[in-house]
Nanobody, 124 residues
Framework: QVQLIESGGGLVQAGGSLRLSCAGS????????MAWFRQIPGKEREFVGA????????RYADSVKGRFTISRNYAENMVSLQMNSLKPDDTAVYYC?????????????????WGQGTQVTVSS
């Protein structure tokens, strides 16, 4: 059982930056594809991006490409989401998720483990 804990959310003005972190509970965390999703009330979870277990491959949603970057820190069992040039439309609860295979999918049902979520609010 992999436990995921997100941190780093908060309130930021449009054009600003935030860095979210997702800590994994066990050493096998490094063998999972790690993804970030986001969700606003009344909508389905939206795929933001993902990184392969080896860290050599990433995928991003078109809406965040060029602004968001996902990275892994194996020594700390952590995955980060660096968000730059934030827009009010980026406001959501952000979740990290894990699945054992690559490539990633935008279907949230394909992910085995989820964090509790962290709120990101971008003011205009």
């Amino acid at each position: 059982q992999v436990q995921l804990i997100e941190s780093g959310g908060g309130l930021v003005q449009a054009g600003g930056s935030l860095r979210l972190s997702c800590a994994g509970s066990e050493r096998t965390f490094s063998r999972y594809t790690m993804a970030w999703f986001r969700q606003i009330p009344g909508k389905e979870r939206e795929f933001v991006g993902a990184i392969s277990w080896g860290g050599s491959s990433t995928r991003y949603a078109d809406s965040v490409k060029g602004r968001f970057t996902i990275s892994r820190n194996y020594a700390e069992n952590m995955v980060s989401l660096q968000m730059n040039s934030l827009k009010p439309d980026d406001t959501a609860v952000y979740y990290c998720a894990a699945r054992p295979t690559w490539p990633p999918t935008s279907d949230a049902r394909a992910y085995d483990y989820w964090g509790q979520g962290t709120q990101v609010t971008v003011s205009s």
